[in-house]
């Protein structure tokens, strides 16, 4: 059964950052392309960064040059690394495959940017 836990989640004011984790309860090293999701209130969900097993990166245009997704292998951890918040950055962030399994959704992690 694999588990995926997001943290790192926080009240923020514009222009912050945050580092979101997710750590995994198996091997994802050479398995899973993962990628950060994001859900805001009345909307879909939308995936905003992924990264390959050997590291290739791609982000949504919303996400392009503040934000950089990376992996640590060794600790079955996947971060997301995000700067210069702003307030349509408020959502609930989870991580999972880049094809996601719909069993594998966590609870996610609250990033809200207020001032």
């Known amino acids: 059964q694999v588990q995926l836990v997001e943290s790192g989640g926080a009240l923020v004011q514009p222009g912050g950052s945050l580092r979101l984790s997710c750590a995994a309860s198996?091997?994802?090293?050479?398995?899973?392309?993962m990628g950060w999701y994001r859900q805001a209130p009345g909307k879909q969900r939308e995936l905003v960064a992924s990264?390959?097993?050997?590291?290739?990166?791609n982000y949504a245009a919303s996400a392009k040059g503040r934000f950089t997704i990376s992996r640590d292998n060794a600790k079955n951890t996947v971060y997301l690394q995000m700067n210069s918040l702003k307030p349509e950055d408020t959502a609930l962030y989870f991580c999972?495959?880049?094809?996601?399994?719909?069993?594998?959704w966590g609870q996610g992690t609250q990033v809200t940017v207020s001032s």
């Open positions: 999972n495959k880049r094809v996601p399994i719909t069993a594998y």
């Open positions: 990264i390959t097993t050997n590291g290739i990166e």
């Open positions: 198996v091997n994802i090293a050479h398995v899973f392309a």
